[in-house]
């Protein structure tokens, strides 16, 4: 199938942990997207490559670091995890600006 | 900077009956306009988007969504219902030659029997 898959789909740890998202797209998009969804369903951009390079950080904590190691992957590794960081964090990619995005299922990460 | 304002938070509706949901962007210069679902426990899916020309567009399951240039607006609407259109809505919006999508709060459609 063609999609946006993220991995894992739950991710529950306690806070001070580094844990990692993975999302893979097979659609040949050339961008890709991370999004954080939090408690009150607000979107709000995190990252965004284009290619394999970074041209969009919205002022996220240094503790979150993307990874593009080819553009039909982009991972998102988080360090010393806070209660703040509970949310769910969508992958997307997109050809370009007029198409849209395609989303991910998204991962719900949970810190405790 | 681009923004998006969705005026009602929750809407319920009983089935079958029509029902508006409401959208307000603002930008300085020429913009993409989409509305995404997203059911429970899911990611979001586009339902429609307008790029340009015809200012009404519309999905393949009964939505439309009008863009209104002077009074920034894209409103949703569909004409009748069905339980199985409750779900969270968001309009976005992204300016022409822009990288990101920005999103609206959301609008969570309950569907009442």
């Known amino acids: 199938d063609t999609a946006v898959s993220q991995t894992p789909k739950y991710l529950v740890t306690q806070m001070g942990n580094d844990k990692s998202i993975k999302c893979e797209q097979n659609?040949?998009?050339?961008?890709m997207y991370w999004y954080k969804q939090d408690s009150k369903k607000f979107l709000k951009i995190m990252f965004s490559?284009?290619?394999?390079?970074?041209?969009i950080n919205e002022t996220v904590p240094n503790r979150f670091s993307p990874k593009s190691p080819d553009k039909a992957h982009l991972n998102l590794h988080i360090n010393s995890l806070e209660l703040g960081d509970s949310a769910v964090y969508f992958c997307?990619?997109?050809?370009?600006?007029?198409?849209?995005?395609?989303f991910g299922s998204g991962t719900r990460l949970t810190v405790v | 900077a681009q923004s998006v304002t969705q005026l009602d938070s929750q809407v319920p509706v009983f089935e079958e009956a029509p029902v508006e949901l409401r959208c307000n962007y603002s930008?300085?210069?020429?913009?993409?306009l989409f509305w995404y679902v997203q059911y429970p426990n899911q990611g979001l899916q586009l339902l429609l988007k307008?790029?340009?020309?015809?200012?009404l567009v519309e999905s393949i399951n009964g939505f439309e969504a009008e863009f209104n240039k002077s009074q920034t607006s894209f409103h949703l609407r569909k004409p009748s219902v069905h339980i199985s259109d409750t779900a969270e809505y968001f309009c976005?919006?992204?300016?022409?030659?822009?990288?990101?999508?920005?999103f609206g709060q959301g609008t969570r459609l309950t569907i009442n029997p």
């Open positions: 930008s300085s210069v020429s913009v993409y």
């Open positions: 307008y790029l340009s020309g015809s200012t």
């Open positions: 976005a919006v992204s300016e022409r030659w822009a990288q990101k999508l920005v």
């Open positions: 997307a990619s997109s050809p370009g600006a007029n198409y849209g995005y395609t």
């Open positions: 490559y284009n290619n394999k390079e970074l041209i």
């Open positions: 659609l040949g998009h050339d961008t």
